[in-house]
């Protein structure tokens, strides 16, 4: 395994960026079918994180061990991965999508796409999976923020949730809600969330959405809060069904 840590150029933010990108040892191994054949997992953090927490907290090279996938974390700051509000400045969906350009150029792949995440990053991974279900093959979720358009009312972070989503009608586009009514019955979304989590009753909420739209799911709970060690615990749940 190696672990990249790039420095790149981002157009869509006007700012150097970094992430970190994991390759299996296929990559190593002179065998140019398995290159261009792997399979990449998008791994997205949470709110006041960047792109390296999985790696400072949890075991990035276990993870490429286990799965043979090369693992990409890209940096979305506090973005939620969604273009912000003004349409100008703070475009983290059109980086995340430059993210997927880069490595596709750079390590010729043409096997699939996943995308996993927690807290904001268990939203952005939803989201983008919905949004554009051509680009993944499966999602995941842990303690996924998965119901934005209430959590934007709440008084809390008021001022800031104006400048990613705006201050008016919630833009459907960023509304888990909303894509899950329009997604392909077939879909592959997995998530979980702690018993103990403050975000609980939104992942129970999104549940209930995909019965109702007849969208095909695994949700698990486990015991535990909004947490590393949940999250350290359980990221092997979703990383097992890519």
Known sequence: MALLNISYNSKALARNCGMYLALPSA???????K???????YLLH???GDHTDWQRHGDLEDYVDKTGKIIVCPNGENGFYVNGANGITDRYEDHFLEVMDFVGATFKTTGKNYIVGLSMGGYGAVRLYLKYPELFAACGSLSGALDMKYRSTLTENTEFYKITFGGGKFPDDCDCVKLAQNAKKDAKIFFNCGTEDFLLQENRNFKAVLDEC???YEYTEYPGAHTWDYWIEHIYDILNKF
């Open 27 to 33: 990559f190593f191994a002179n065998d140019e079918s």
């Open 35 to 41: 290159m261009e054949n792997a399979d990449v997992i």
């Open 46 to 48: 949470g709110m006041h």
């Open 214 to 216: 007849n969208i095909s």
